[in-house]
């Protein structure tokens, strides 16, 4: 036999253990939840000024919102003091916005440390019961189911809110 033939015939024939790789088909998992800073508009360069209700509207029908001036105590679920107006604000943006929306807490963890998810769970829902507090729909402001999970741990203190478009059936 020509030797080209009986390579074909081994590779052929022979199957992965004769070098033919064959992978198994990675099941489809849904894209991580990612939300770009929205970077407040400075005032000359020495005040930030926050979103406007026009622009939270906008930036939550493109998807998603990030809510940089919320913060957590170190460790705790507990929202640093914010301004009630802008609980308030971002409420009403939810209740002119299109669709249904879900609370999601980046996990936070120093370098080398395990991520900490489920005071990241604990914190989007007290968020969002401060938010439904403050007038959001509790029907379209959904509880953060931890799936899709969001694609980065933060540092301690470091970690931004986000309101996400939940996909419609």
């Not at 064959?22 to 800073?37: G, K, L, M, N, R």
């Not at 005032?43 to 029908?61: C, D, Q």
């Not at 998810?117 to 402001?141: C, F, K, N, T, W």
Request: aromatic fraction near 4%; charged fraction near 15%.
């Amino acid at each position: 036999m020509q030797p080209g033939i009986l390579m074909l015939a081994t590779l052929l024939f022979g199957g992965p253990s004769f070098g033919l790789r064959i992978d198994p088909p990675t099941p489809a998992v849904p894209a991580p939840v990612a939300c770009p800073p929205t970077h407040s508009r400075a005032l000359l360069g020495l005040v930030a000024v926050p979103l406007s209700l026009a622009e939270m509207v906008s930036e939550l029908e493109r998807g998603c919102l990030a809510l940089e001036n919320v913060r957590f105590l170190p460790g705790q679920d507990t929202i640093e003091s914010v301004s009630p107006s802008q609980f308030a604000q971002v409420a009403r943006a939810l209740g002119l916005a299109k669709g249904a929306y879900r609370v999601a807490v980046p996990p936070e963890a120093a370098p080398g440390a395990v991520p900490d998810s489920l005071q990241a769970r604990r914190r989007g829902m007290r968020l969002r019961d401060e938010l439904v507090h403050y007038g959001a729909s509790s029907e379209r402001l959904l509880e953060d189911s931890g799936w899709p999970p969001t694609p980065m741990v933060a540092a301690p203190g470091a970690a931004v809110p986000m309101l996400v478009r939940v996909p419609e059936p």
